[in-house]
């Protein structure tokens, strides 16, 4: 059983897939269960040096299961337990030196949308939209959303999707800043691919630390985020990978001067 979400690890590469096409990769409790469980997988296995994130069939992902939610007649205490655990995977994905990239298609409405800002990178195919829709149903913000999408967009426009039942293409999102590039549909997971591809054949760490310093350092004073910011360049600067990459920048500056 996959409980909705595939996990594929290869050469570095760790695959998240949303697999619950039939309910447009909605999360019930299972799924968040699932999920908090893949980003503690994926984030402890020291051979993981970048992260897909991608969807099966025709939408990146809906959300919450609401339709599950009330017909099964959950409490507000499950809601809160289910947006716990996803809560948990999000946290652990966001704050790991990781890069992660998310290929997205198709409809992202409620917290899909705050599930598709754990990536540090976002590709979407034209034919995405991208939707809140909490409002119209009585739900306020989760999985992220009221911390995710003002990051990413600030906090007017947040609001406007938030109170607003305005629908995004995947041309405004990509004017928004929603999302870093928009691809033919059939190219989004060669560019996907090659988006990953290229941290791994780089300085695979130092990509996962940039992504970690960014994403932790709203939460944090400037203070500490310099301290980290002088900790972590240090670290890098006696790896072997940083060693390599610096001497051969020091001898290319220095044959380009005489």
């Known amino acids: 059983m996959t409980d909705g979400i595939l996990l594929h690890v290869e050469d570095g590469l760790a695959r998240v897939t949303f697999d619950r096409a039939a309910s447009l990769n909605a999360m019930d409790f299972p799924m968040a269960r699932r999920w908090r469980e893949v980003a503690h997988e994926v984030t402890s296995d020291a051979s993981v040096g970048a992260v897909i994130l991608d969807a099966t069939g ?19 205490r499950e809601v809160t337990e289910t947006a716990e655990a996803i809560h948990d995977g999000i946290r652990t994905f966001v704050e790991a030196p990781l890069p ?27 034919n995405a939209r991208f939707v809140s829709r909490y409002a119209n149903i009585g739900l306020t913000p989760d999985l992220g ?50 988006i990953a591809r290229f941290w791994l054949d780089g300085a695979t760490a130092a990509f996962g630390q940039a992504t970690r310093l960014v994403r932790v ?24 990978e940083a060693k390599a990459r610096v001497a051969a ?3 290319a ?5 005489s």
């Open 58 to 76: 025709p939408a990146f992902c809906a959300g919450g299961d609401v339709v599950a939610m009330a017909t099964t007649g959950a409490s507000g």
């Open 100 to 126: 992660m990239v998310a290929a997205v298609h198709g409809a992202v409405a409620g917290g899909g949308l705050g599930l598709m800002l754990t990536a540090d990178y976002v590709v979407a195919s034209e």
């Open 145 to 194: 959303v009221s911390t995710l999408l003002p990051a990413a967009i600030g906090q007017r426009r947040a609001l406007q999707l938030l109170l607003q039942d305005r629908m995004l293409s995947a041309a405004e999102a990509l004017d928004w800043g929603l999302v870093a590039e928009v691809v033919a549909s059939g190219d989004l997971a060669p560019r996907v691919n090659e």
């Open 217 to 240: 350092g709203a939460a944090r004073t400037l203070a500490e985020n310099l301290a980290d910011e002088a900790a972590t360049i240090g670290a890098a600067f006696d790896t072997p």
């Open 249 to 251: 920048f020091a001898a």
């Open 253 to 257: 500056s220095a044959k380009g001067r």
